[in-house]
């Protein structure tokens, strides 16, 4: 089984159920803009499933990132591991601001627990000397440059 990620095709039929102006809407579409419809309906499809994500509890952000990134940078920025390190950085920003980070800190799951016991989760999460010296040095830096 094939996953999905950015670029790749989708297909699916359309639901008997389909109201008959969508489908003329559609085709209309499809006439006007020929090879070019794609790019109209799949924002509209990425929309309606970051909807779906945000009626079921998902708590995600979108970020504008500048538009001078490489494809290597935009790659890493998409990996699993930087969503999560982005993730903790975020957690820690909005829930300790003004005091230190440390990378081996751990950071509480966010799930549904019980009011009345509330234990501490253990994240597993490890950031290599790399990607940490990366973060000190374009993240952290708290050099005063402003005298």
Excluded: C
């Excluded at 809407?25 to 924002?43: D, Q, Y």
């Excluded at 995600?60 to 930087?82: A, G, K, M, R």
């Amino acid at each position: 089984m094939d996953f999905y990620e950015t670029g790749k095709t989708i297909s699916f039929r359309l639901p008997q159920n389909t109201p008959n102006s969508v489908i003329e809407h559609l085709n209309k579409r499809k006439n006007t803009l020929g090879r070019n419809f794609s790019r109209e309906i799949a924002p509209l499809f990425v929309k309606a499933i970051e909807e779906s994500l945000e009626e079921n509890g998902e708590k995600t952000v979108s970020i504008p990132l500048p538009p001078d990134l490489t494809t290597d940078q935009i790659n890493w920025i998409n990996s699993s591991y930087t969503k999560t390190l982005l993730s903790q950085l975020i957690y820690h920003v909005v829930n300790k601001p003004g005091s230190p980070f440390s990378f081996g800190e751990d950071v509480p799951q966010a799930e549904k627990k019980p009011i009345e016991k509330v234990q501490e989760q253990k994240n597993n999460f490890k950031v290599n000397s790399t990607t940490s010296s990366f973060i000190q040095k374009n993240f952290l830096d708290f050099d005063d440059d402003d005298d």
